[in-house]
């Protein structure tokens, strides 16, 4: 319900480093890095208004390519979703910045398919399993989205519609059917792998719950999101320590582009592999 005083304010030094976009570039700066918690359970609407507020408008939609301001959402309830949902779709099909991973063969469902589709009826995943149509509940109706086979998966951003890697300025995220404490969280990485912040989501039991993280600057490359205890197919059986958890809208920052380190090594490699080549073709004189 309380606005201000789920609001943490958090002092990242340390490992972290500020990057400031100057004119359109990424400049990379050592600094302090100041991240903003925001985190709520139930009646969660105030706080998600408060933390698309801090990422900024306008929501940039299906745009493709990166804006100067404003953020990007998922709600999952577009028709066009399909219930078995390939990782890239809210980058290449639907454009806005975001492909997912799992270390399960990165397989994802929307629940609530629309008419038509092969999966269809399904509400909130009791095509999965008959019981969590009472176990979840939606922040926008009517779809949910779940990894399957896990209960961990990340995102990584890209400029819209594009395979060149974007980093974002935070990323916050609703859950439905959050039973056990201090296990459901998400860790928030910045382009060289370093841990900028790691937050568990308050339970709110056949409800919603909220956790967000905005950065001062676009510095968040990958978030890593642990979903209970349990991958989705199970009964949710908190009392046996058992613990299902779904979700429902992502909110995150604009798209920036980033250097990509890979790149810049793959093409050093490619200039050295590249010269060897050369060396090896040229004629014995
Ligand atoms: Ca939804
Ligand atoms: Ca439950
Ligand atoms: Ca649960």
Excluded: C, H
Excluded at 234 to 245: E, H, Q, R
Aim: hydrophobic share 40%.
């Amino acid at each position: 319900m309380s606005k201000l005083n789920l609001l943490q304010k958090l002092m990242l030094t340390g490992v972290a480093s500020a990057i400031t976009a100057t004119s359109g570039s990424l400049l990379v700066t050592p600094s302090a890095l100041a991240a903003t918690v925001f985190r709520d359970s139930g009646n969660i609407g105030d706080t998600v208004d408060a933390f698309r507020a801090a990422l900024g408008d306008p929501n940039n939609g299906n745009a493709p390519g990166s804006f100067s301001v404003g953020r990007r959402e998922i709600n999952w309830d577009a028709g066009i979703v399909p219930f078995d949902m390939p990782p890239d779709f809210f980058n290449k099909t639907v454009t806005r910045g975001a492909e997912f991973s799992t270390d399960a063969g990165n397989e994802f469902g929307v629940s609530n398919p629309s008419v038509g589709d092969p999966d269809f009826p399904d509400n909130k995943f009791d095509s999965l399993n008959p019981t969590y149509s009472g176990e979840f509940m939606t922040f926008s109706d009517p779809r949910l989205f779940t990894p399957l086979g896990t209960n961990v998966m990340e995102t990584n951003f890209f400029v819209p519609g594009s395979d060149m890697p974007a980093a974002v300025s935070g990323f916050g995220a609703v859950f439905t059917d959050v039973d056990l404490p201090d296990i459901t969280k998400i860790e928030y990485f910045d382009i060289q792998g370093n841990l900028l912040a790691s937050e568990f989501v308050d339970p709110d039991p056949q409800g919603l719950s909220f956790l967000g993280v905005s950065f001062d600057a676009p510095i968040l490359f990958n978030v890593k999101i642990t979903l209970g205890n349990t991958p989705i197919g199970s009964n949710d059986d908190p009392g046996n320590n058992v613990d299902v958890v779904v979700l429902d809208d992502f909110i995150y920052g604009e798209p920036n582009k980033v250097p990509e380190p890979a790149t810049t090594l793959g093409l050093l490699a490619l200039g050295v592999f590249g010269a060897d080549l050369l060396r090896k073709r040229q004629p014995n004189r």
